[in-house]
C-alpha cells in the first residue's frame, strides 16, 4: 500500500500538549486521536492506513478519497500550529499564506 502514498516517509509530529486536546467526532479530531494513541509521532503511511480506517468505519457512505479528506485537514492543522510534518531529510514543511475565501 505504501508504495501509492506520496511521500510515504514523511512523518507527522503532534506539537500541542495531548493533555490540552479536546477530541471531536469529526475528522480533525481523528487525525489528532491517532497522533496521541502512536505517541505523538506517526509516518504518512501509517496515517494513511489509520485514518483510512477510521473513516472508513465512521463514514461508511462518504464518497471523497480518504487521502484527499487527510490532506485537506492536515494542511489546516499545520497551519495552525497543531501539527508538524517532517520531510526525508529532516527538514519541516513551512506553512504558506493562503489567500482567504472569498465571501459575499
Known amino acids: 500500500m505504501s508504495k501509492d502514498i506520496r511521500a510515504p516517509k514523511r512523518v507527522y509530529r503532534l506539537l500541542f500538549d495531548p493533555e490540552r486536546i479536546e477530541y471531536r467526532d469529526n475528522v480533525r479530531g481523528w487525525i489528532l486521536d491517532i497522533l496521541v ?3 505523538g509521532r506517526v509516518s504518512r503511511a501509517d496515517m494513511v492506513r489509520k485514518f ?3 473513516l472508513r468505519r465512521k463514514r461508511p457512505n462518504l464518497t471523497m478519497r480518504p487521502t484527499s479528506l487527510l490532506s485537506t485537514h492536515q494542511r489546516s492543522l ?3 500550529g497543531f501539527i508538524q510534518i517532517i520531510e526525508e531529510d529532516g527538514s519541516t514543511i513551512a506553512t504558506r499564506r493562503r489567500p ?3 465571501g459575499k
Open 37 to 39: 494513541r502512536n505517541g
Open 52 to 54: 483510512t480506517a477510521t
Open 78 to 80: 499545520r497551519d495552525e
Open 100 to 102: 482567504p475565501l472569498r
